[in-house]
């Protein structure tokens, strides 16, 4: 049984597509299947190392020279037990929400209940999201590491919740969609592009990869909300 033949990762510089072609093309030179430019393919010797060997002094060649063994670059992804767990918290947040909305009539307590909650709910959300979105060319964050970028990032989207409120309350917006909507409309535009940004900056991904993952937040706790029997858009802090 013939052994499976190695593949080169390469990335076009003009569109940024990225594909795997066989190693028996290394160093030639042809079209990129996606824009059709002309790019050259790395050399099996030229394939990124992320890292080097930390040990100190390093190893030996045959010729007795100083040098260090690159440490190859693993890829990490999304487990299916982890996804498990993101799916439990989700449903749990849903059944937690629904309870505290409809046991409480007077929903102007519930404030710091969904201050909390928009912040707690972004901890998961931000890290699974960061797993499906993340860019496969750059090795994964983990550890503490990934965690701290997870809490800033959690921290900016619960702060984007909160500065939407304080607006729509400091412009005394009406509940009614129709009578404010181009206010509405703007605000959320202005705060979408600020969360993918804020996105992208905590994970190093991409503004477009940002954008998604701030609105499946933004989608997940708008029905949140809804569960809770507050209004999707109308926020503010006496709701």
């Not at 969360?195 to 499946?216: E, K, N, R, V, W």
């Amino acid at each position: 049984m013939a052994e499976q033949q190695e593949k080169i990762r390469v990335t076009c510089p003009s569109c940024f597509k990225r594909f795997e072609v066989s190693a028996k093309f290394a160093g030639r030179e042809g079209p990129c299947p996606s824009c059709k430019k002309p790019i050259t393919i790395p050399a099996l010797s030229e394939q990124v190392v992320l890292r080097e060997q930390e040990q100190f002094g390093g190893v030996k060649s045959k010729e007795g020279k100083l040098v260090f063994k690159p440490v190859a670059r693993e890829d990490a992804t999304f487990s299916m037990t982890a996804l498990a767990v993101v799916m439990t918290a989700a449903l749990s947040a849903f059944a937690i929400a629904f309870f505290i909305g409809h046991s409480t009539e007077d929903k102007s307590s519930l404030t710091m209940v969904v201050a909390a909650g928009s912040f707690l709910v972004a901890l998961p959300l931000c890290w699974s999201g960061y797993w499906f979105l993340r860019d496969d060319e750059f090795e994964a964050y983990s550890g503490q590491e990934l965690w701290v970028r997870v809490a800033v990032c959690s921290a900016a989207y619960a702060l984007l919740w909160g500065i939407y409120a304080f607006l729509i309350g400091y412009w005394e917006l009406s509940p009614d969609l129709n009578e404010n909507l181009p206010y509405y409309v703007i605000t959320a535009v202005v705060f979408l592009i600020a969360g993918g940004f804020a996105a992208a900056g905590s994970f190093d991904i991409q503004p477009l990869s940002g954008f998604m993952h701030f609105s499946f937040y933004i989608l997940i706790t708008l029905l949140l909300r809804m569960a809770m029997g507050l209004s999707a858009y109308y926020v503010n802090w006496w709701d």
